[in-house]
Each structure stands twice: as C-alpha cells, then as structure tokens.
C-alpha cells in the first residue's frame, strides 16, 4: 500500500444455481438463542451496518459505495425479502433475496458476524435463507461467491444443494477505513 491508496485484489466469482427446494432442511440448533427476522422498509444506516459488520474482512464494498438514493431504490421494493438474524438478542447476519426476476430468486448476500462464526449456526441459517428463496416460486435460486469469502462458503453452498454453473474473473478495490467510516457513519 503505497501513500495509504489500497490495492485492488483479483477475485474468481464462482455463480451456483439449484434447480428444486432441497429435500430437507438444517435442524435448528439447540441450546442456542436465536431469531430471523424479515425486515420491512429496513433504514438505510441499519442495512449499511449489516453489510459492513458481515461483509468488512471478506471486502462487500458495493453497496456501501452506493448512495443514499441508490440503495433505497434497490432495498425499498416491495419484493426484495431482507431477513437479520439474531444470537443473543443482538444482530449476528443477515441474507437479502432478490426474488424480482420472474424465475429466479438472488440469494444476493448471506453471512454472518464474526462472533457468530464457529456457533454451530451457519447450516441452519443457509437453510433458512434457501427455504426463503424458494418460498417466492422461482424455477431456480442462484447465489454467487468468490475466493474472498469464508472459505467454508463454497463448499457449504454446494452441501445445502447449490451446483457452480459459471466462473469468472474480476477486481475488487477496496475501501479505505475512511471511505467506510463515511458511508456507514453518514448522517
């Protein structure tokens, strides 16, 4: 990092897709106090800290360049289904569906924080995301991944039922502690 400017990073984007409702779903884990709440009109400053909160070391940099415009218009719509999990009583993931293509749902972010990591909670919530998506009638799901995620993505998508049908090359450019700070601190 040459004068603080970030370097980009090269990615491979692997897109899944599963074609049917798995025949069963990850038990939900004992012992554990959880919640999945579906969002409605989700504020703004709350779906930033979500997205920085889950997607800061794995680089989810997208939607936190977007403004304020921009991310309404996508969040708002009466069709997209945002659901935050809860552990503990306090926000520990959340998964956002993009159901608005005519057969097929987007399973466009799923993740969780890192305290929740290593609970014995992450098959069940991907249960519960896939069992979301294919509540909204599609003929597919898709998800996408790439090689900076959690390396227990990949191979969890494909145990829940995904199948990779495409990969490709990309640039992620990070975000400055600064630029995060100010898209999630925005007033």
């Known amino acids: 990092m040459e004068n603080g400017a970030l370097q980009d990073i090269d990615v491979t984007v692997t897109f899944l897709e599963m074609h049917a409702p798995p025949a069963a779903s990850p038990p939900v884990p004992y012992n554990r106090q959880i ?15 979500l997205m920085d909160r889950v997607g800061r070391k794995w680089h989810w940099v997208n939607v936190l360049r977007l403004n304020d415009e921009e991310l309404s218009a996508g969040l708002h719509r009466e069709d997209r289904d945002i659901r935050v999990l809860y552990l503990d ?66 191979p969890l998508y494909q145990k829940l039922g995904f199948t990779p049908v495409a990969q490709k090359k990309e640039i992620v450019h990070p975000l400055s502690f600064a630029e995060r700070s100010a898209s999630v601190m925005r007033p």
Do not use: N
Not at 35 to 49: M, N, Q, S
Not at 134 to 146: A, E, F, I, L, Y
């Open 89 to 154: 009583g306090a926000p520990a993931g959340f998964f956002d569906l993009k159901p608005h293509l005519p057969e097929e749902v987007e399973l466009a972010y799923f993740g969780m924080m890192e305290h929740a990591h290593g609970q014995g909670i992450g098959r069940w919530f991907l249960g519960a995301a896939i069992s979301a998506a294919w509540s909204h009638g599609p003929k597919r799901v898709t998800v996408q991944t790439c090689t900076l995620d959690h390396p227990a993505a990949l």
């Open 35 to 49: 919640a999945l709440l579906k969002t409605r009109d989700i504020p703004l400053h709350f779906y930033r800290y």
